[in-house]
């Protein structure tokens, strides 16, 4: 796929800047004997560059899909020692487990199985792992067939991604990549224990409980935390960024007493050089994950504080491994409905929000600031991969408002320990304080005053 250009990106006179003016341009030299051409008549004067515009959308061609799905079919995922079934996820192990012959093991890192970890600068188009294909709201059901007996299992994967045979009681687990979103390109296993999680949530509410609601006080349950995994996507980006805008160097700052009615006031005022700014480089992004199901997006928080969970970013995605079904055993998992057309004008504002922070240092010279009126990447190629990353979630809903209150979440990140939330507050003992405060601060206004009038 070609390389996307940013509509203003033409080539331009040079433009002063705080370091002094450019240097003069030469005009060519024709060769002895040939006779200068002809002097054109000047052009009209180019118009003012267009506001940037910041493509929408993924690119119509060179799609790139690599295929993640595992080798293992759907039913039976057995142990690769004694072929039992019965494997669980050890957070103090960090592995697999098999109940039988206590062998432990892990599947490979994504990347490196499946050659996600190449160079972003090669990137063109997009570049897509199986993983991140649309979902189908029609398909909830998959029926599983167990190899042990050959009775048939209906799972609703909506809900769960394993059940145990009716008949033989042996775990059957979906593996394959069905278009349901329900079953992600690899998986970022638990670190964090449940024990550590619950204190993390304590210390976090116990910073808090002076303003805390009484009722939340009463029913604060920290130990009814769960572990959740939670859909990201991961993308890479291949880009070029350009910012145009004006900035301005302080020459001079003074003050200036003026009469306004029977009292002076006293102003300040600058004096500034005002000038064209213009950044324009290559970006390169590693690992931007952004949440991919709709419910616990950050936008819409008027049912819930679902916005807590980006803050207790980042993940360390580069170490989530290969997809495993049982990585998901004892824990709750959060079905993706977001496709990568969904988030794609998301990722690009996330892009272009990293370029100004990356330019920030390049105009440290302009001490009244920088004002970017035309902005803009021109992206030329995306990795994409679907990743469940882990979250130990304490929730709390107000039992005497019933099913209408606001849902409050205490998020606690299973990799690195992250804790963020949002606690209840007592709305009369905040009305009675901010009372108390304004009568302090009057009652000490007028003492200040009263010593003023008296002196």
Known sequence: MPPQQPPWQQPSGPSQGPDGPPAPQRQPTPPQGEQPPARRQPAAPPQEAAAPQVPTGPPTGGDRVVDTSSSVGDGLHKCPR???AEIRYSIPARALECAYCRHRWNEEVAEQKFGLDSSIAELQG????SGTADVREDLTTVTLKCQGCGAEVVINIAEQMQSRCHWCRQTLSVNSQIPGGAVPDAVLPFLLTREEAVERISAFVDKRRTFASPRFK????PDNVMGVYIPYMVVDGNMHAELRGTGEVTTRSYTVRRKVGDNYVTEQYYDADVYQVQRGFDLLVNDLAVESARRFQAEDASQATNNVLNAVQPYDTANAVVYNSNYLTGFTSERRDLNVRDLDQDVEEDFLAIARSKVQPTVA???????????GVAVRGTRWVSVYVPVWLYSYADSAKGDGSLIHYIAV????GNTMGSVPVSHPLIFALSCVLGTLAAVIGGAIGLAWFLS
């Open 82 to 84: 004694c072929g039992s």
């Open 126 to 129: 997009h570049t897509l792992a």
């Open 218 to 221: 009463r029913e604060f349950v």
């Open 365 to 375: 010279n302009f001490d009244r600031g920088v004002r970017w009126e035309q902005e």
């Open 413 to 416: 990140n299973g990799r690195n």
